[in-house]
């Protein structure tokens, strides 16, 4: 059975860091891309940044370019994202989730986790 | 405000078909293929249909997939009280180089 949990999220100060992390387990972790979205409380999904099954490819989102670094540990099964110089519109639930191929531009996503809750204020 | 538009909001009663809208560009849906998720409340994005028109294993074949030039739309037939969901079309965007996800359609049913 595949299952993404992700952990570290929290509340935190304006301008400060975070780094979540997603453990994945149930399929060959190292043959897939992995993305993070997010969802702030009552809205949309957004997504935030993709990684190639072995890292060679990766993106952000215009919204967080420069300020969030996304990686992975396939001898870990683990997606990251480093999450540095928080603002109040990162306020988010953000999910771990699963591509459907190697590369990450698919923009499909088979699993997700329940999610991690980022809450930015002071 | 995302790229790919689709209506806030659409409704249906108990085995009725709905349809809800997807609309794009030339630089998203118009080369690139749909992706529908379901969302129901409290609970994590399942992805519906992939490529335009694919179905996941599992997914009832209720729900279907169409795309033509820089629109898509997703079909729930026989419609059931368990549908009411919020669903999202996402698609890759050349020009900004990532995937891209739609407003969200809440759906109720009557």
């Known amino acids: 059975e595949v299952q993404l949990v992700e952990s570290g999220g929290g509340l935190v100060q304006p301008g400060r860091s975070l780094r979540l992390s997603c453990a994945a387990s149930?399929?060959?972790?190292?043959?897939?891309?992995m993305h993070w979205v997010r969802q702030a409380p009552g809205k949309g999904l957004e997504w935030v940044s993709g990684i190639s099954w072995n890292s060679g490819s990766i993106g952000y989102a215009d919204s967080v370019k420069g300020r969030f670094t996304i990686s992975r540990d396939n001898a870990k099964n683990s997606l990251y994202l480093q999450m540095n110089s928080l603002r109040a519109e990162d306020t988010a639930l953000y999910y771990c989730a699963k591509d459907v191929r190697y590369y990450y531009g698919s923009g499909s996503y088979n699993y997700w986790g329940q999610g991690t809750l980022v809450t930015v204020s002071s | 405000q995302s790229v790919l538009t689709q209506p806030p909001s659409a409704s249906g009663t108990p085995g009725q078909r709905v349809t809800i809208s997807c609309s794009g560009s030339?630089?998203?849906?118009?080369?690139?293929?749909v992706n529908w998720y379901q969302q129901l409340p409290g609970t994590a994005p399942k992805l519906l249909i992939y490529?335009?028109?694919q179905r996941p294993s599992g997914v009832p074949d209720r729900f279907s997939g169409s795309k033509s030039g820089t629109s898509a739309s997703l079909a729930i037939s026989g419609l059931q009280s368990e549908d009411e969901a919020d669903y999202y079309c996402?698609?890759?965007?050349?020009?900004?180089?990532?995937?891209?996800f739609g407003g969200g359609t809440k759906l109720t049913v009557l």
């Open positions: 149930g399929f060959t972790f190292d043959d897939y891309a």
């Open positions: 996402a698609a890759w965007d050349d020009s900004l180089n990532g995937p891209w």
């Open positions: 030339s630089s998203n849906i118009g080369s690139n293929t």
């Open positions: 490529s335009n028109n």
